[in-house]
């Protein structure tokens, strides 16, 4: 799940915006914070604890054992994997949910998350911002196109239909990109709620936002002066 001036990446910040690590451990009334941690940003690339994250993140609090029972681990694997995510600050120990006080309950930690802009990542942090970007991109198209198959064989379930989908292009200057995020996340906030507040009949929903600055099309002043053959291709290509 996650800039000053440049394009914001999917998960990783440029200079436009910072993107959140994840856009579920955003909240609203939290300050955004900075990954700038090597090893805290380390924590959260591990795929199988992003798998755990996205699990509470869907289906609320939950053992360690419920965790391997779910995504198909063992238990020790998940108790350290949840010990690595509760240091650095992903998660925490939730309320008993069952009465049963020996057994650990653990849950998100909400906050505004935010990695470095890529031009002021190390060398380090980039091949790791890389491999976090990867595995969640996966994740996340996986579970999409899970959870769209189950709807369309349950047809009379209302929220069948609930998978809107946008792609667009639109022209923008680089503070106005920062703007159009900040509106964003601004907007994603105004409907968090606590589950207290939360409406009957309300689900939880997973937001992702993807933004990328294509490649310019514009020549330089030298190509237009010269009107080299490679901008002719480029004017004539329909793509």
Request: aromatic fraction near 8%; charge should be negative.
């Amino acid at each position: 799940m996650p800039q000053e001036p440049g394009a914001p990446g999917p998960k990783e910040p440029t200079e436009a915006a910072h993107t959140p690590a994840a856009n579920e451990l955003s909240e609203a009334g939290h300050a955004p914070i900075e990954l700038s941690d090597l090893a805290a940003v380390n924590a959260l690339a591990q795929p199988r604890r992003q798998r755990m994250l996205q699990h509470l993140t869907v289906h609320g609090p939950a053992t360690s054992a419920m965790l391997a029972r779910a995504l198909g681990l063992n238990t020790g694997a998940t108790s350290y994997h949840l010990r690595e995510l509760a240091r650095y600050g992903f998660v925490e120990e939730a309320d008993d949910s069952t009465g049963h006080g020996r057994e650990r309950w653990w849950r998100v930690v909400p906050g505004d998350r935010r990695f470095p802009p890529r031009s002021r990542q190390t060398p380090e942090m980039r091949h790791v911002m890389d491999e976090l970007n990867h595995h969640a991109y996966a994740a996340d198209l996986e579970l999409f196109e899970q959870l769209q198959r189950d709807a369309g064989e349950a047809p009379d379930d209302p929220w069948a239909d609930a998978f809107p989908y946008s792609r667009s292009a639109i022209r923008l200057t680089l503070p106005e990109l920062r703007e159009f995020f900040e509106e964003y996340i601004a907007l994603l906030n105004r409907y968090k709620r606590a589950e207290g507040e939360t409406p009957p009949g309300a689900r939880t929903v997973l937001t992702r936002f993807l933004a990328f600055p294509a490649a310019s099309t514009e020549p330089d002043d030298t190509s237009r002066a010269l009107g080299s053959d490679a901008d002719n291709r480029k004017e004539a290509d329909p793509s």
